[in-house]
């Protein structure tokens, strides 16, 4: 089993930044792919990024492309996503998800972990 914990959301301007971070902790972080999906009131949850074990292998949805960057730490445990040039349609409610494997995948069906999230909200 695996607990993952968000933090760092909140209220921003557009054109702000932000970082969001999720710690994972109850099996091997190294051996799990790490990915940010987001969901907004009557929105379906879309992909947003993820990152292969290793950390050198990344995934991005192409409207956050040049905004945002996944990276992870596996000595902490934790997978960060800065976001920056921040714009009113990133807001939504972002989960930290994990996956049994070594390589970062866009649909949100190949995770099996995922946590509870943390808000963004980005005002005009």
């Known amino acids: 089993q695996v607990q993952l914990e968000e933090s760092g959301g909140g209220l921003v301007q557009a054109g702000g930044s932000l970082r969001l971070s999720c710690r994972a902790s109850?099996?091997?972080?190294?051996?799990?792919?790490m990915g940010w999906f987001r969901q907004a009131p009557g929105k379906e949850r879309g992909f947003v990024a993820a990152i292969g074990w290793s950390g050198s292998n990344t995934k991005y949805a192409d409207s956050v492309k040049g905004r945002f960057t996944i990276s992870r730490d596996n000595i902490k445990n934790t997978v960060y996503l800065q976001m920056n040039n921040l714009e009113p349609e990133d807001t939504a409610v972002y989960h930290c998800?994990?996956?049994?494997?070594?390589?970062?995948?866009?649909?949100?069906?190949?995770?099996?972990?995922w946590g509870q999230g943390t808000q963004v909200t980005v005002s005009s």
């Open positions: 109850g099996r091997t972080f190294s051996s799990l792919a």
């Open positions: 998800t994990a996956r049994r494997g070594s390589q970062p995948q866009p649909a949100f069906r190949d995770y099996n972990y």
